[in-house]
């Protein structure tokens, strides 16, 4: 004879939040991806009640464009230049703020306030901060390029971009390194300083490879931000000029207003697996450095 255990609420209650959590998330994401994926195949443009199954048409329309080679020139620039300006500073202040020093709160939050601020008021700030301040020092001391203004030139302005991002980014990447930091042991750097460990021992031997969680998860977040970056684009440049920080949001929201519904997704497609490329190869590099370490 079978005996029936009574329900318990307490058991189940994990299951019935999650559940629903993760079927919002699948709709959301997965689902979404997949019907992006599947409209990059047709010549839908987002109205229409009926489309046309193309096949790869749009994927070989985008290669064909100078377009989408000027995005990925200026997306792999603006990647490089952010991922490592953004994580070196950050190391570099996370150790500053780790240290037992005045005013460490204050410091600390300081060095947050970007990232609570909105993206596209600093785009804005920086923006006017070129077009007012630096044209004005360039007329004065004679240096043509500051006269013009960075962002009017095509050489400059991806380079002057990549550093708006770079001190946006550096906030919230700071404190997660800044968190990685607090979380090693005393005990274990004052037993290696006591054994003769110098700063740059600890940071290398110790340190470094006890904070790689926290540089993979830094380095994937600043990866995804870099490449899918729309907010300090639109405040700055709006792509220009000439196609010169055209990035892939913005080649995306552009072909969108143009009704090129279909042709966006295929941009989405193509962004998706320059970054999945990207994040990949970082992982499997770190991870192979982790266990050397």
Same mark, same amino acid.
């Given at each position: ?7 318990? *609420? ?27 994926? $599947?409209?990059?195949? $047709?010549?839908?443009?987002? *109205? ?85 301040? !630096? ?27 990549? !550093?708006?991002?770079?001190? !946006?980014? $550096?906030?919230? $990447? ?41 540089? *993979? ?9 870099? *490449? ?37 997704? #295929?941009? #989405? ?7 999945? #490329? ?7 590099? !770190? ?7």
């Amino acid at each position: 004879r079978m005996i029936k255990r009574p329900f318990d *609420i307490w058991k189940a209650a994990p299951y019935m939040v999650v559940i629903p959590c993760m079927a919002v998330y699948f709709y959301f994401f997965y689902y979404a991806a997949m019907r992006g994926f $599947t409209y990059s195949l $047709t010549d839908w443009n987002g *109205i229409s009640q009926s489309y046309q199954f193309v096949g790869l048409k749009n994927y070989v329309d985008a290669f064909n464009s100078t377009t989408l080679w000027s995005t990925i020139h200026f997306t792999l620039l603006f990647t490089v230049i952010v991922i490592v300006l953004t994580n070196f500073f950050s190391i570099m202040l996370a150790l500053l703020l780790d240290k037992n020093i005045r005013c460490r709160g204050l410091f600390r939050g300081i060095f947050f306030l970007p990232a609570v601020m909105s993206s596209l008021t600093i785009a804005y700030v920086f923006q006017q901060i070129d077009y007012r301040l !630096l044209t004005q020092i360039g007329s004065r001391l004679g240096i043509q390029a500051l006269a013009n203004g960075l962002l009017a030139d095509p050489a400059y302005a991806p380079v002057y971009v990549s !550093l708006v991002q770079v001190w !946006l980014s $550096t906030a919230l $990447t700071t404190v997660i390194y800044l968190a990685g930091l607090q979380a090693i042991p005393v005990d274990l750097l004052e037993s290696a300083r006591i054994d003769g460990a110098n700063n740059w021992t600890l940071f290398y031997r110790i340190k470094l490879p006890l904070i790689m969680p926290a540089i *993979i998860i830094n380095l994937i977040n600043t990866t995804r931000t870099a *490449i899918s970056s729309f907010d300090i684009i639109m405040g700055t440049t709006q792509g220009g000029p000439n196609y010169a920080t055209y990035s892939f949001a913005m080649y995306m929201y552009l072909m969108y207003s143009d009704l090129e519904l279909a042709y966006s997704c #295929a941009i #989405a497609m193509i962004m998706f697996l320059l970054f999945g #490329a990207i994040a990949l190869a970082q992982i499997v590099i !770190l991870r192979k450095r982790e266990v050397e370490m």
